[in-house]
């Protein structure tokens, strides 16, 4: 890795880009949070991409954030099958 690379030759992720466009406006994610309805968490997960439903990312979109800082929408994974107390464990009953 060539730690004296021009600055200027660097290209900055979506995510930074959202959070520059977040800054030009003079705007931080807890505002973006609550025109959302949503915590700053949830907002977090979403820019990177973690948490980014159709219905979020449309939700982003309609508050005047540009598409093409936003990630690509998924379909949230549906849940596993729940686990089962491993037999001979004790249980919580006091």
């Known amino acids: 890795m060539n730690f004296c690379e021009p600055v200027h030759t660097i ?7 959202c959070r520059a466009w977040l800054v030009e406006r003079r705007s931080v994610f807890k505002d ?4 959302a309805g949503m915590s700053k968490t949830t907002l977090s997960n979403i820019i990177a991409g973690r948490r980014a ?6 939700k982003l979109i309609a508050l005047g954030v540009p598409a093409e800082l936003l990630p690509e929408p998924r379909m ?10 491993r037999s001979g464990a004790p249980t919580r009953n006091a």
Do not use: F
């Not at 290209?11 to 880009?17: A, C, H, N, S, V």
């Not at 439903?53 to 449309?58: A, K, S, V, W, Y």
């Open 53 to 58: 439903t159709p219905q979020h990312i449309q």
């Open 11 to 17: 290209t900055p992720t979506r995510q930074d880009r």
């Open 32 to 35: 973006l949070a609550a025109d």
């Open 76 to 85: 949230p994974a549906k849940p596993g099958p729940k686990r089962r107390a």
